[in-house]
């Protein structure tokens, strides 16, 4: 038999692809193969769970047996591969050696660990996927209050969505405003202002350095000297793309596995796309970029070598208490920012010498503005 066309990871990445590619293809062999339970899911809606009173079967969209069906193909769930063999054009999970024709790598990121004194490190939950989502649940079910490591797009959004559904919630981050990396100050202090609106109480600046259990609940000691009282803590430090197995196999890596634009990796007849990939310099940890590598990827699969390009890629931050749209600064572009607007309602731009547009940040009344701003934005990989 002829070996399969094999995809590792059935997030949207691999589960996009293999749609995408059975459009081209209905006969190849096609494998999937994921460390988890299979369930098709849309990953930006963990944080958006509570709001809608959704637990991890509410949204779960397909089983992973009906996306077999569907896909025509084999999925194997929990199921963790453990090596690749390039030279042999085969990978390992444990002493099972899996032959492919083609090998797709859409493993993912992994969250970023948080490491502090004290005993109450199980009181820690990670959501990356619906099993930590489910886990967090259960955990979090007859509970009252939170406490959100992190101030990123994830933290943010978890503590707009944790107070719609009921929670008391704290946020601490080492940083001096929310989003630091995304958003200009003035719309981060636009999100803050919303979200302390709502209750939400950030502490921004401190670390977390030591998490106790105590007679009711959990303590967090920060680095200046005050004490939350919380009952679970989330954890949304931060996302690192899984790059080990690869790095292992000799595939070049870098903050991804780097690809070229037909994503594929500096090993013949092997592929990445999704979190896990560098995708010519770029990586980008987000839905749409994945969308556009899944449609070119599966032509070059399917034997159309096509190369993948990004128009401008806005990002909806789902704080549906400050509506907010952000296209960030591309890498290596440099500009000056104008601010318009004021309370909740900001318009930031950033603009180069030439008055083009290089990104902007939008929150409230000012949203509306991102349909004639992202005509000007320049595409990210042309
Ligand atoms: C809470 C949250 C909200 C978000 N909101 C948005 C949003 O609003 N808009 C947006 O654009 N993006 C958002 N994102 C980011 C977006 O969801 C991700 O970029 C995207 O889902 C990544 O998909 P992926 O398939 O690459 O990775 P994943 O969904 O992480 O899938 C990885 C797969 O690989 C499997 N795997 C890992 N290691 C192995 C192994 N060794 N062997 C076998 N299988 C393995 C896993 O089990 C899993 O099936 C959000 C992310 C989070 C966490």
Redesign the pocket.
Known sequence: MNAPVVI?????????LAREFRKLDSETPLLL????D?RSY??????TGFGKNKDADGLSMASPGAMAEQLNAQVRTH????GIDPGHKQLW?GDEAVPYRDLIL?????TVQVTVEGDAQDAIYP???LEDYARFRTAAAGKRRVLILGAG??GC??ANDLIAGGYDVDLVAPCEQVMPTLLHPAAAAAVQTALEGIGARLHLGPVLTRLQHSADGVEAHLSDGSVIRCDVVVS?IG?RP?TD?AAAAGIRVNRGIEVDRLLKTSHANIFA?????QVEGLS???????MSCARALAKTLAGNPTAVSYGAMP????TPVCPLVVSPVPPGYEGVWSVEGSGPDIKAVCRDADGKLLGYALTGEAVREKLALNKELPALLA
């Open positions: 590792v990871g059935t997030g949207l990445a691999g589960y996009n193969i994921t460390a988890d299979g849309s990953k930006p809606m963990l944080s199921t963790r591969i453990s999970i859409a493993w993912g990121a992994q959501i990356n996927d797009l994830i959004e978890f949304a996302l899984r197995l796309l999704g979190d896990c990939a980008l940890l987000y839905v749409m970029p994945l990002i909806t931050v789902k």
